[in-house]
């Protein structure tokens, strides 16, 4: 990660749901993830099913991992996917495409 963008392109159909696996290995800080505009239901931490919480943004610590449910659900278009390191006196971010 650095800040850059790799122009990486998800494509989704409109009303799908989608599983997406987090996981935050080879850092040494903390990262955000979000999805511009789109919820994520979480569904599993660690390879456990957890109490489903609906959430804007995840901070994933080192080891961690997440899957969450997101739903293409808002009007078809280009949404941004974030990743950023937390809690460093430098924030580098990468970004992601979401298109349907």
């Not at 799908?16 to 850092?27: E, M």
Request: glycine share 6%; aromatic share 10%; hydrophobic share 35%.
């Amino acid at each position: 990660m650095g800040n850059a963008n790799y122009n990486v392109l998800l494509a989704c159909c409109a009303g799908k749901t989608y599983r997406f696996r987090i996981s935050n290995v080879g850092l040494t800080t903390s990262i955000n993830f979000r999805i511009q505009g789109h919820k994520m239901l979480l569904v599993e931490v660690e390879g456990i099913h957890t109490l489903q919480n609906t959430y804007d943004s995840l901070d994933i610590h080192l080891g961690q991992s997440y899957s969450v449910l997101v739903t293409a659900d808002q009007p078809p278009q280009d949404y941004y996917i974030v990743v950023s390191t937390r809690f460093t006196s430098q924030v580098l971010t990468a970004t992601s495409i979401l298109h349907y």
